[in-house]
Each structure stands twice: as structure tokens, then as C-alpha cells.
């Protein structure tokens, strides 16, 4: 296997040398030499001269195939790793590739419904209308008469991503074992996430459970849409969505024109993204402007829910005191709040991380405020992990290049206004409900009903310890006394009631 891989990393050598774009080889040892050895070898084209490192990598990647594209884009959350003009240039890439035959899409779906195409759709438009490295989407009519869009994925492409990612598991192991600094920024767990990102994109049947919980999510909310799933014809290969229409958000002429305010717009995608962050934990993690359309109505709709991220009720807590700590220029607080989650080990000195956290922030901040950049400040911090020994933190990453992506959008149709002023009443709204004593009551009410839950596995749990005690001679007597089997003696309640007290403790912690 070792031998395997060794040959596609030449292969792979020869592509970025021919790029011009081997740094990243060169975190690795043997690296070091491979790249000499590329360089001399292999001469970059021409067509790379002049272009920044991120974009000659970003051209690599793109000729390496499909899964080295999927993996570029999710290096573009690491700036902590690639530096922000490398991440941002990645952040560009686009996962578009040739179409696949129709033929192909027909005999997928044929064999996942087993039945003829035209049993299942009224009419099938055989040319896609967007292709990328996973699968391709058709437009279609159903047998009720609906419009739909219809995603079926690639011929083989699970065993072409399988190769790709043991390869990629290699690389990390290989690199987390030789480079000790490296060890902090997680290589191995990068890899292994974007694995399990990749594998949960290969079967729709999540991509359809996604867009089902984020539209129940959003139900009845006045400005943003979800296309309902058609769960009679989906499957592990073949998605089947109702069809939308609209502007594309990037382009603000179109949007003005089906009489949409851009302004409102950017403050319904502010609320929309605090709602699905900070209330529900659960947002749309590839909001790029090929995602989202704005319909007739003004309300924006949200496409391709491959890539989804969960943010858990202690991080949003986190994130909310942190960003509320950047909004208003309350350092000391940033500080406090990572150290107090475990970003930054408590030997650090508070008053120096914090000190960090205002060079990086005054300059942005000091900004006009619709140029002010919450995401890129977020992605600057994560660069000072060396100093502070912060550890990588995967869903805040994914978190940011989605707050990155929302940026470029808000700044795009609205210039004038910043998405994050918009932002900021909904989050001290939230965070004074959460850290209030509303929100200690209801914390409080929470922990008592679960206590309440366990209680009988809890009381189960005791006669089971109980019972085992007795085995080894301690028997548990009603009238509040226990005898020593073989000894006929009582021993007053003092002495026992620890052993009681030890055994629920001991259930509680088993239960929880």
C-alpha cells in the first residue's frame, strides 16, 4: 500500500511542480526532497507566472480531479494552516466538471426505483443544468405534474473518492508522526472530517433529510425557503427536490429588477443565518451565490444541502460571547471566554491573549463599517494559535467559511450596510435570553426534567448494586441496620448509609 501511495504522490508532485505550487509538499520531511527533485524535473507552464500561491494551487487541485477539488475547498477554512490569501484564493474554487452521459443518469435511477424512467416523470430534460465532481442535476416534470429538480450522482464515484481519501489519511499520518507542529492543527482529524463530509454527500438520502430539518426549521418564516423533498423518488443515488426559481444573489441588477429591496435582502440573509447558527445549531455550511436565489417574492431560497454544520448550545454560547466581545471592542472578555472553553490553556496570560485579540481586531473594526469583515477576523485569530497552543476548532472553521461566504453576498447586493450590525441586536437579544435568569430558570428546569427521566434507571441501578453487595456479605436491612452475614450482629445506620450514598452516586455517573 505504502508503495501505492508513494506513486501517487509523484504523480501528484508532478502536478503541483508543473503549478508551480509545491509549499504545501514541503510541510512534509521527505517532502523537502521531492519537491527539489520536482523542480528540477518539471517545469511550471507559463500560464502560472505572475499568480499568487493559492491561486497556482488552486489551478493544481482543480487538474488533480474531483476529490482534491472538494479537498481545496475544505482547506480553504484553514487559514490557521495555508495563511488568508492562500485560504481565500482556495475558497474560489469551483466544483464544476464535464457532464456525464444521460444514458448513465437514466440507468441509476432505473435500477434505484426499478422501474422505467418514464413511469416515474412526465418528461426528463436529458441535458443537465450543473454538473459537478459528485453528481449532476436534471430538470423534470413528475407524474402529478411538478417541476423538479432531479440530482443523481456520478458512476463509480465512490470508489474513485475511497482511493483519493486513503491516500489523503496517509498523507496526514505521515505528516502528524514527522512534523511535531504540525500535530496541533490536527491533520489526521482534518482528513477524517472531510471524509465523513464526502461519504454523507455520496448518499442523498442525508442531503434530503438535511433540506427536510432545515425547512421544518424555517417553517413559516417570511424570508427564507426550502424546496420540499420528494421522498417517493429518492434514494441513496438519485435526489428528487421541488424546483425553484429566482435571481441569482450575486447579481444585484436581476435582483432589483424582480422588485426585491437588496437591502432587505441582506437583513433577511443576517437573520436567517443568526437563526440557523445561534437558535437551531444547524446552518447551511456552502451558501456560496450558486446556492442561493431570490424568488418573485423577495424571500431568498436556499439550494444544495450536501455540506450542513451543527454548532452544540455550549459553542453557540461560546461564539455569541465572543462575538459580542469583537463587536464591542471588549478584549478582555474575548480572552475570557478562550480561556474559559478550553481554546487557550488557563497557563496563558489572559492580558496578553487578550492584547492579541486587539491587533488583530482594530484594524478591521477601524474599518468603514460596511467593509468591517467578522469572518476574517475570526480566520486571523485562528493564526495566532502557534503563540497561545490553541488547538484547532473543526466546527468553528466550518463555521467561519460559511460566515465568509454570507459576507460576500451581503457585500455584493448591499455595500452600503454590514450584515453583522444587522446581526448583533438578534444576538444580545439571544445571548441575554441564554445567560439571563430566563435562561438559568429554563437551563435549571432542563437538568431536573432529565434528572426526573433517569430517576427509574437510577432506582434500578441501586437494587442492582445492592443486590451485588449483598453477594459479598453486606446485606441492606428495611429497619436502617445491616447484619455481617456470618456474624449475627447489627451495625448502627452511620455505618451504612455511605455504602447507599456510594451506589447512587455510582448510578448517576453510570446513567449520564
Not at 469583537?326 to 497557563?347: M, N
Not at 502557534?386 to 451581503?410: H, I, N, R, W
Not at 427509574?456 to 445491616?482: F, N, Q, Y
Amino acid at each position: 500500500m505504502a508503495l501505492r501511495h508513494l506513486s501517487r504522490l509523484v504523480v501528484i508532485a508532478r502536478c503541483l511542480a508543473r503549478h508551480d505550487a509545491l509549499f504545501l509538499l514541503e510541510l512534509h520531511p521527505a517532502g523537502v526532497t521531492l519537491a527539489r527533485l520536482a523542480r528540477t524535473a518539471w517545469r511550471p507552464k507559463a500560464v502560472v507566472k505572475g499568480l499568487r500561491p493559492g491561486q497556482r494551487l488552486a489551478l493544481a487541485l482543480t487538474d488533480l480531479g474531483p476529490t482534491f477539488i472538494k479537498f481545496g475547498q475544505a482547506l480553504s477554512t484553514r487559514a490557521d494552516l495555508l495563511g488568508e490569501e492562500t485560504a481565500a484564493d482556495l475558497s474560489g474554487l469551483q466544483d464544476r466538471l464535464p457532464p456525464f452521459p444521460f444514458t448513465e443518469a437514466r440507468r441509476t435511477i432505473e435500477e434505484d426505483f426499478g422501474a422505467p424512467l418514464e413511469t416515474l416523470f412526465q418528461s426528463f430534460d436529458p441535458v443537465s443544468v450543473a454538473a459537478a465532481s459528485i453528481a449532476q442535476v436534471h430538470f423534470a416534470v413528475d407524474m402529478q405534474g411538478r417541476e423538479v429538480a432531479v440530482k443523481v450522482l456520478r458512476p463509480n464515484v465512490k470508489a474513485a473518492f475511497t482511493r483519493d481519501i486513503e491516500f489523503l489519511t496517509w498523507m496526514a499520518e505521515q505528516a502528524e508522526t514527522r512534523v511535531s507542529w504540525l500535530k496541533r492543527l490536527k491533520p489526521i482529524e482534518v482528513v477524517r472530517t472531510f471524509a465523513e463530509s464526502v461519504r454523507l454527500e455520496m448518499d442523498l438520502r442525508f442531503e434530503a433529510a438535511s433540506a427536510q430539518e432545515l425547512a421544518e426549521n424555517f417553517a413559516g418564516d417570511a424570508g427564507f425557503r426550502v424546496p420540499t423533498v420528494d421522498w417517493s423518488r429518492t434514494s441513496q443515488r438519485v435526489l428528487c427536490l421541488e424546483r425553484m426559481a429566482g435571481a441569482r444573489v450575486d447579481d444585484r441588477a436581476a435582483v432589483i429588477a424582480i422588485g426585491a429591496d437588496p437591502v432587505v435582502v441582506v437583513k433577511a440573509a443576517a437573520e436567517a443565518f443568526f437563526k440557523m447558527v445561534f437558535r437551531d445549531g444547524f446552518f447551511h455550511a456552502d451558501m456560496h451565490p450558486g446556492n442561493l436565489f431570490i424568488a418573485a417574492d423577495g424571500v431568498i431560497v436556499a439550494l444544495d444541502f450536501g455540506i450542513m454544520g451543527r454548532v452544540d448550545e455550549d459553542t453557540r454560547l461560546i461564539l455569541g460571547e465572543m462575538l459580542l466581545g469583537f463587536l464591542t471592542r471588549d478584549y478582555k472578555k474575548v480572552a475570557e471566554v478562550h480561556i474559559r472553553a478550553g481554546f487557550v490553556p488557563a497557563h496563558k496570560s489572559l492580558e496578553q491573549f487578550a492584547q492579541a485579540a486587539r491587533t488583530i481586531a482594530e484594524p478591521i473594526l477601524g474599518k468603514p463599517i460596511a467593509e468591517i469583515s467578522i469572518a476574517k477576523l475570526l480566520g486571523q485569530l485562528f493564526q495566532v494559535t502557534e503563540d497561545f497552543e490553541m488547538e484547532t476548532q473543526p466546527q468553528l472553521l466550518l463555521l467561519q467559511k460559511s460566515m465568509l461566504l454570507a459576507e460576500g453576498v451581503g457585500r455584493n447586493l448591499a455595500p452600503e450596510v454590514n450584515m453583522w450590525e444587522l446581526a448583533r441586536p438578534l444576538i444580545e437579544g439571544w445571548m441575554r435570553q441564554r445567560l439571563g435568569p430566563e435562561g438559568r430558570i429554563a437551563d435549571m428546569t432542563r437538568d431536573v426534567l432529565s434528572i426526573a427521566q433517569k430517576l427509574p434507571r437510577i432506582i434500578a441501578r441501586v437494587d442492582s448494586i445492592t443486590a451485588d453487595l449483598a453477594r459479598h456479605g453486606l446485606k441492606l436491612h428495611p429497619d436502617t441496620t445491616k447484619t455481617l452475614r456470618g456474624e449475627g450482629r447489627k451495625v448502627p445506620v452511620m455505618l451504612w448509609l455511605p455504602w447507599v450514598a456510594a451506589a447512587v452516586l455510582l448510578a448517576i455517573v453510570l446513567l449520564r
